[in-house]
T-cell receptor, first 113, second 114 residues
Framework: DQQVKQNSPSLSVQEGRISILNCDYT??????FLWYKKYPAEGPTFLIS?????DKNEDGRFTVFLNKSAKHLSLHIVPSQPGDSAVYFC????????????FGSGTQLTVLP | DGGITQSPKYLFRKEGQNVTLSCEQN?????MYWYRQDPGQGLRLIYY???????QKGDIAEGYSVSREKKESFPLTVTSAQKNPTAFYLC?????????????FGEGSWLTVV
Protein backbone atom coordinates (compact mmCIF):
# COMPACT_ATOMS: atom_id res chain seq x y z
CA ASP A 1 0.00 0.00 0.00
CA GLN A 2 1.79 3.10 -1.28
CA GLN A 3 1.09 5.99 1.03
CA VAL A 4 2.96 8.48 -1.15
CA LYS A 5 2.50 8.28 -4.90
CA GLN A 6 4.19 9.97 -7.81
CA ASN A 7 2.18 8.78 -10.77
CA SER A 8 4.42 10.23 -13.48
CA PRO A 9 7.68 8.30 -13.76
CA SER A 10 9.06 10.87 -16.21
CA LEU A 11 8.58 14.43 -17.42
CA SER A 12 10.27 16.37 -20.22
CA VAL A 13 10.22 20.17 -20.32
CA GLN A 14 11.83 22.77 -22.54
CA GLU A 15 14.47 24.98 -20.96
CA GLY A 16 12.96 28.20 -19.62
CA ARG A 17 9.48 26.75 -19.23
CA ILE A 18 7.76 25.63 -16.05
CA SER A 19 8.19 22.12 -14.66
CA ILE A 20 5.36 20.80 -12.50
CA LEU A 21 5.91 17.61 -10.53
CA ASN A 22 2.98 16.06 -8.70
CA CYS A 23 2.60 13.93 -5.62
CA ASP A 24 -0.42 12.39 -3.88
CA TYR A 25 -0.65 10.92 -0.41
CA THR A 26 -3.22 8.82 1.40
CA UNK A 27 -2.26 9.09 5.06
CA UNK A 28 -4.07 12.00 6.70
CA UNK A 29 -1.60 11.88 9.60
CA UNK A 30 1.20 13.23 7.40
CA UNK A 31 1.91 16.82 8.39
CA UNK A 32 5.24 17.65 6.80
CA PHE A 33 6.23 17.24 3.18
CA LEU A 34 9.57 17.47 1.45
CA TRP A 35 11.01 17.35 -2.04
CA TYR A 36 14.40 15.86 -2.76
CA LYS A 37 16.47 15.92 -5.92
CA LYS A 38 18.67 12.98 -6.80
CA TYR A 39 21.37 12.40 -9.38
CA PRO A 40 22.42 8.83 -10.30
CA ALA A 41 24.69 7.14 -7.74
CA GLU A 42 24.40 10.07 -5.33
CA GLY A 43 22.40 10.70 -2.19
CA PRO A 44 19.20 12.75 -2.40
CA THR A 45 19.59 16.46 -1.80
CA PHE A 46 16.94 18.35 0.14
CA LEU A 47 15.19 20.98 -2.00
CA ILE A 48 12.20 22.44 -0.24
CA SER A 49 9.60 21.53 2.36
CA UNK A 50 6.18 22.56 3.55
CA UNK A 51 4.26 22.14 6.75
CA UNK A 52 0.59 21.21 6.72
CA UNK A 53 -0.29 24.57 8.26
CA UNK A 54 0.74 26.25 5.01
CA ASP A 55 -0.43 25.89 1.43
CA LYS A 56 2.58 27.38 -0.32
CA ASN A 57 6.30 27.71 0.23
CA GLU A 58 8.70 29.40 -2.12
CA ASP A 59 12.48 29.31 -2.40
CA GLY A 60 13.98 30.93 -5.46
CA ARG A 61 12.92 29.04 -8.57
CA PHE A 62 11.20 26.35 -6.51
CA THR A 63 7.67 26.56 -5.12
CA VAL A 64 5.77 23.80 -3.37
CA PHE A 65 1.99 23.87 -3.17
CA LEU A 66 -0.05 21.79 -0.73
CA ASN A 67 -3.76 21.00 -1.11
CA LYS A 68 -4.69 19.19 2.09
CA SER A 69 -8.28 18.49 1.13
CA ALA A 70 -7.12 16.72 -2.03
CA LYS A 71 -4.07 15.20 -0.32
CA HIS A 72 -1.96 16.55 -3.13
CA LEU A 73 1.22 18.52 -3.41
CA SER A 74 3.19 19.80 -6.34
CA LEU A 75 6.62 21.23 -7.03
CA HIS A 76 6.94 24.05 -9.55
CA ILE A 77 10.31 24.93 -11.05
CA VAL A 78 10.42 28.22 -12.93
CA PRO A 79 12.32 28.72 -15.15
CA SER A 80 13.55 25.19 -15.75
CA GLN A 81 17.25 24.73 -16.48
CA PRO A 82 19.17 21.77 -17.94
CA GLY A 83 20.91 21.33 -14.58
CA ASP A 84 17.53 20.58 -13.04
CA SER A 85 17.46 17.25 -14.88
CA ALA A 86 17.35 14.64 -12.13
CA VAL A 87 14.98 12.35 -10.27
CA TYR A 88 12.69 14.19 -7.88
CA PHE A 89 11.30 12.43 -4.84
CA CYS A 90 8.35 13.55 -2.81
CA UNK A 91 8.43 12.53 0.86
CA UNK A 92 6.04 12.82 3.79
CA UNK A 93 6.45 12.69 7.53
CA UNK A 94 3.92 12.15 10.29
CA UNK A 95 3.80 13.36 13.85
CA UNK A 96 5.59 11.69 16.68
CA UNK A 97 9.20 11.41 17.68
CA UNK A 98 10.25 8.95 14.98
CA UNK A 99 9.15 11.04 12.02
CA UNK A 100 10.76 8.79 9.44
CA UNK A 101 10.06 9.77 5.87
CA UNK A 102 7.86 7.86 3.47
CA PHE A 103 8.98 8.37 -0.12
CA GLY A 104 7.26 8.31 -3.45
CA SER A 105 8.77 6.36 -6.34
CA GLY A 106 10.24 9.44 -7.98
CA THR A 107 9.82 11.39 -11.23
CA GLN A 108 12.65 11.69 -13.74
CA LEU A 109 12.72 15.29 -14.97
CA THR A 110 14.53 16.03 -18.21
CA VAL A 111 14.99 19.67 -19.18
CA LEU A 112 15.72 19.98 -22.87
CA PRO A 113 18.04 22.78 -24.06
CA ASP B 1 33.22 20.16 7.03
CA GLY B 2 29.96 18.70 8.38
CA GLY B 3 28.14 15.87 6.72
CA ILE B 4 27.33 12.20 6.44
CA THR B 5 30.02 9.86 5.19
CA GLN B 6 29.24 6.43 3.82
CA SER B 7 31.86 3.84 2.95
CA PRO B 8 32.66 2.05 0.84
CA LYS B 9 31.10 3.63 -2.22
CA TYR B 10 31.15 0.33 -4.10
CA LEU B 11 31.16 -3.12 -2.54
CA PHE B 12 31.01 -6.57 -4.05
CA ARG B 13 29.88 -9.51 -1.98
CA LYS B 14 29.92 -13.19 -2.64
CA GLU B 15 26.77 -15.11 -1.91
CA GLY B 16 26.65 -16.31 1.69
CA GLN B 17 28.87 -13.55 3.02
CA ASN B 18 27.92 -10.84 5.49
CA VAL B 19 29.04 -7.31 4.69
CA THR B 20 28.95 -4.11 6.73
CA LEU B 21 28.31 -0.65 5.34
CA SER B 22 29.69 2.23 7.35
CA CYS B 23 27.85 5.48 8.10
CA GLU B 24 29.39 8.31 10.10
CA GLN B 25 27.93 11.78 10.73
CA ASN B 26 29.44 14.83 12.39
CA UNK B 27 26.25 16.89 12.39
CA UNK B 28 25.44 16.05 16.03
CA UNK B 29 22.14 14.58 14.84
CA UNK B 30 20.33 12.22 17.17
CA UNK B 31 18.34 10.22 14.64
CA MET B 32 19.89 8.07 11.91
CA TYR B 33 18.33 5.98 9.16
CA TRP B 34 19.15 3.39 6.53
CA TYR B 35 17.23 3.32 3.27
CA ARG B 36 17.49 1.09 0.26
CA GLN B 37 16.81 2.13 -3.34
CA ASP B 38 16.11 -0.30 -6.17
CA PRO B 39 15.90 0.77 -9.82
CA GLY B 40 12.66 2.59 -10.60
CA GLN B 41 11.55 2.55 -7.00
CA GLY B 42 11.46 4.97 -4.14
CA LEU B 43 13.50 4.73 -0.98
CA ARG B 44 12.45 2.06 1.49
CA LEU B 45 13.31 2.25 5.18
CA ILE B 46 15.42 -0.60 6.57
CA TYR B 47 16.24 0.51 10.14
CA TYR B 48 16.27 3.71 12.13
CA UNK B 49 17.68 4.86 15.43
CA UNK B 50 16.55 7.82 17.47
CA UNK B 51 19.17 7.57 20.19
CA UNK B 52 22.33 5.70 21.08
CA UNK B 53 21.83 2.01 21.94
CA UNK B 54 18.31 2.02 20.52
CA UNK B 55 17.06 1.18 17.05
CA GLN B 56 13.84 0.12 15.36
CA LYS B 57 12.97 -1.98 12.33
CA GLY B 58 11.68 -0.21 9.26
CA ASP B 59 9.60 -1.62 6.45
CA ILE B 60 12.18 -4.08 5.06
CA ALA B 61 14.43 -5.06 8.00
CA GLU B 62 14.60 -8.79 7.26
CA GLY B 63 18.15 -9.89 6.44
CA TYR B 64 19.72 -6.75 7.89
CA SER B 65 21.15 -5.78 11.26
CA VAL B 66 22.38 -2.51 12.77
CA SER B 67 24.06 -1.15 15.88
CA ARG B 68 24.20 2.30 17.46
CA GLU B 69 27.01 2.30 19.98
CA LYS B 70 27.99 5.89 19.27
CA LYS B 71 25.92 8.90 18.30
CA GLU B 72 28.07 9.48 15.23
CA SER B 73 27.95 5.96 13.83
CA PHE B 74 25.20 3.70 12.50
CA PRO B 75 26.67 0.73 10.57
CA LEU B 76 24.43 -1.59 8.57
CA THR B 77 25.23 -5.29 8.16
CA VAL B 78 23.73 -7.07 5.18
CA THR B 79 23.57 -10.70 6.19
CA SER B 80 23.43 -13.82 4.07
CA ALA B 81 19.74 -14.05 4.98
CA GLN B 82 18.97 -11.07 2.73
CA LYS B 83 17.68 -12.73 -0.43
CA ASN B 84 18.19 -9.85 -2.84
CA PRO B 85 20.87 -7.55 -1.45
CA THR B 86 22.03 -5.91 -4.66
CA ALA B 87 20.90 -2.29 -4.32
CA PHE B 88 21.91 1.28 -3.57
CA TYR B 89 22.02 1.93 0.17
CA LEU B 90 21.53 5.36 1.69
CA CYS B 91 22.28 6.49 5.22
CA UNK B 92 20.58 9.59 6.58
CA UNK B 93 20.35 11.63 9.76
CA UNK B 94 18.10 14.23 11.34
CA UNK B 95 18.14 16.40 14.46
CA UNK B 96 15.90 15.10 17.18
CA UNK B 97 12.30 16.34 17.13
CA UNK B 98 11.40 19.17 17.40
CA UNK B 99 14.75 20.65 16.40
CA UNK B 100 14.37 19.82 12.74
CA UNK B 101 12.13 18.09 10.24
CA UNK B 102 14.56 17.57 7.40
CA UNK B 103 16.47 14.36 6.84
CA UNK B 104 19.90 14.69 5.24
CA PHE B 105 21.49 11.91 3.20
CA GLY B 106 24.95 10.56 2.61
CA GLU B 107 26.28 9.85 -0.86
CA GLY B 108 25.20 6.21 -0.86
CA SER B 109 26.86 2.81 -1.21
CA TRP B 110 26.42 0.38 -4.08
CA LEU B 111 26.31 -3.26 -3.04
CA THR B 112 26.51 -5.94 -5.70
CA VAL B 113 26.30 -9.66 -5.05
CA VAL B 114 28.53 -11.69 -7.36
Amino acid sequence: DQQVKQNSPSLSVQEGRISILNCDYTNSMFDYFLWYKKYPAEGPTFLISISSIKDKNEDGRFTVFLNKSAKHLSLHIVPSQPGDSAVYFCAASGSGSARQLTFGSGTQLTVLP
Amino acid sequence: DGGITQSPKYLFRKEGQNVTLSCEQNLNHDAMYWYRQDPGQGLRLIYYSQIVNDFQKGDIAEGYSVSREKKESFPLTVTSAQKNPTAFYLCASRPQWPSGNTIYFGEGSWLTVV
